[in-house]
């Protein structure tokens, strides 16, 4: 692996709130599949109805950037996913995504949409969220950030009932998502019909990836996310 330096400011001394450093597949996205290194910040402003990671909301434990480099190391894998909660509530999280991609990682971050992505490192690959009327957030998203979005990035919609679904049509037009980025639609485990969810897309000619979480098919938890 590629040394980083310590770069201005100490960043490599800055320190995260960590909930969990694994490594999985990747479950979600156009990654899927991918082996990864998932590093899971603690926190989250957002309580979204269908959240399946709510133990990473409070507790994990402090790391400096540079500590975090090394345990990601420790893995020997090529992709690596910043994730949460919310990993951009911590104010260290572009220093660690930064280092991350000086260390020659093929880096991506899942973030909510709620907050800015205007500053994330352009190396960085950032899976943006727009949250659904279902999730209970839907006043959150930061509608700013679709101008900042390129093809090196992608939007994923979480769908929870039809409603949800025409409400991701009618935004998917209205910003014309699919010309920005890949555009992922997911159905709620439970709350709504895989099947469905991909009738709806056919019936549609909608130029979007459905996908399920991976994980969950593999291992009935939330591993890999």
Known sequence: MVEVSAGPCGQMA????????FASLQGESTRVGLPTVFVRLTGCPLRCTWCDT???????HSLTVQAVLDEVARHA????????????????CGALLTAL??????????TSGALDISAVDPRVSRIVDLKAPGSGEVSRN?????D??????EVKIVL????DYQWAREQIAHWRLTGRCPVLLSPVSG???????????VRDKLAVRFQLQLHKILWHDARGR
Do not use: K, M
């Open 14 to 21: 800055l320190t995260l709130r960590i909930s969990e450093i």
């Open 77 to 92: 894998l090529h992709h690596v996913c910043v994730t949460g909660g919310e990993p951009l509530a911590q104010a260290a």
């Open 160 to 163: 929870a009932s039809a409603a």
């Open 191 to 201: 709350e709504l019909e895989p099947g469905q969810l991909a009738d709806w897309i």
């Open 101 to 110: 991609c000086d260390a020659g990682y093929s880096v991506s971050l899942e």
């Open 54 to 60: 709510t133990y990473a909301f409070r507790d994990g």
């Open 142 to 146: 930061h509608l700013p950030n679709i």
């Open 148 to 153: 900042q979005l390129t093809p090196h990035d």
